[in-house]
């Protein structure tokens, strides 16, 4: 899928010039994301809590559109993404704690638009490649907070990480998107300091529903004083 999307999105660039309604424009905004993730833990398919990710999500495109009804994006975007498990097991361990994992990703989206972009509603897909640079886990039994572990560059999880998206943007300025991560969250070779592999049996995939606003409208670079 990934590559049929890149391959798509290659010959439409090349045909841009060909094209004789051609915009180019930078679109910015923030987003709220609700995730959850598809976890085996261990052979066992298990539940993740909803997460909720008002802060901090910023993302900016660079447009173009080939016509009022084609259009192409790419851009760059700083994303808080992470799910909520309430029975991880640690190896050798019986008892069974609640998990809150996040990582900030700086992301890379390339992606097609489809419908009336002159303001009206329009779909759009893509693909995106992702760095994880910040890692956040904390432990929790009985409700009671007793571990937090922070890094920068983290070998617990997925250093790169990919998925696809999918939404819909809706007259005056409103936008409904999907992600699936088609990479893993955690590294599952990750050892410890106790010479432990934590995540060894839990395999986990992120998926997230995230509410935006004004996402493909701002200032065009052909007519700066104004708004698309």
């Known amino acids: 899928m990934k590559k049929f999307l890149a391959v798509t999105v290659f010959c439409l660039l090349f045909a841009a010039p060909m094209f004789s309604q051609v915009e180019t424009y930078v679109t910015s905004g923030f987003e709220m994301i609700f995730s959850f993730a598809s976890i085996d833990d261990n052979g066992v398919n298990e539940s993740s809590n909803l997460r909720w990710a008002p ?53 890379v989206p390339v992606g097609i638009k489809l419908g009336n972009l002159k303001g009206g509603m329009f779909l759009y897909g893509g693909y995106e490649i992702e760095l994880a640079f910040l890692y956040k886990e904390k432990t929790f039994e009985n409700d009671n907070k007793i571990n937090k572990t922070t890094a920068w560059f983290s070998t617990r999880q997925e250093i790169f990480q990919h998925g696809f998206l999918v939404g819909i943007q809706f007259p005056y300025g409103a936008n409904l998107k999907f992600k699936y991560y088609l990479s893993e969250f955690h590294n599952r070779n990750y050892v410890d300091s106790n010479g432990v592999k934590p995540y060894e049996g839990l395999k986990s995939q ?15 670079f052909n007519t700066p004083d104004s708004y698309r």
């Not at 999500?57 to 994006?73: A, E, P, R, V, Y």
């Open 206 to 220: 992120v998926f997230y529903f995230s509410l935006n606003y004004n996402l493909f409208r701002n200032f065009d």
């Open 55 to 107: 802060v901090l999500n910023i993302q900016s495109m660079i447009n173009t559109d080939l016509s009022d009804k084609l259009g192409l994006f790419s851009g760059l975007a700083i994303r808080n993404v992470g799910y909520i498990y309430d029975n991880y097991t640690y190896p050798g361990n019986d008892f069974t704690y609640k998990k809150k994992f996040r990582s900030y990703n700086l992301a």
